[in-house]
């Protein structure tokens, strides 16, 4: 499994997609119990489920990991782990993936520098509000040292996003081919170009 791990447009979605739509990998569809936002789409966005459905698959121990946002449960499922799937975490999920996956999982952090980020926000349209806001929590949030494991550190300013995401592409599939956890043939199966 492929984890990206990055604060607020360090580029982890943009590059995740790039592996989805050219690469073969798959999107971890996680679950969620908050309410479906306009355009959003089940299954696709998140699996939205109540409460209630959430906290008895937590009972059924069917997640990885759960984490409580803005008062709504998030969790991944353990049958959405595999080596084509690529899912974005923050450090606390990254920490918690670390010790349940073990050597099954790749940890990329992507990183680039506040300005560049803030440039990133701009041009998406964010607020100037909500882009302070998050300037300030990822600084509290992404602090490396407080991660157990991150296998390969990536600059997003430097390269553009699709040689971006072949690097990453190339570096997780050697490093699986490394660890024993593929062959050459089943890497070869999840690159579609």
């Known amino acids: 499994m492929l984890i990206f791990i990055g604060a607020s447009a360090s580029g982890k979605t943009e590059i995740a997609k790039i592996l989805i739509n050219h690469y073969g990998f798959e999107k971890v ?6 309410p479906m936002r306009d355009g959003e789409i089940d299954g696709v966005d998140y699996h939205f489920i109540d409460t209630a459905a959430f906290e008895a698959k937590i009972e059924r121990q069917e997640f990885i990991e759960t984490v409580i946002y803005n008062g709504n449960f998030y969790g991944t499922a353990f049958n959405d782990t595999d080596v084509n799937k690529v899912l974005i975490v923050d450090p606390k999920g990254a920490n918690v993936l670390a010790e349940k996956l073990g050597e099954s999982a ?28 998050r300037i300030e929590k990822d600084r509290d949030r992404f602090i490396v040292d407080n991660l157990k494991r991150v296998d390969f550190f990536i600059q997003t300013n430097h390269h553009g996003l699709y040689d971006l995401a072949k690097k990453i592409y190339e570096a997780y599939r050697q490093e699986l081919l490394h660890r024993g956890k593929i062959t050459m043939r089943e890497s070869e199966l999840f690159h579609k170009l």
């Open 29 to 34: 569809v996680t679950y969620t119990s908050r």
């Open 106 to 133: 790749v940890f990329f952090y992507l990183e680039a520098p506040q300005s560049v980020r803030i440039n990133r926000m701009k041009k998406r349209g964010d607020h100037l509000q909500d882009i302070k806001r």
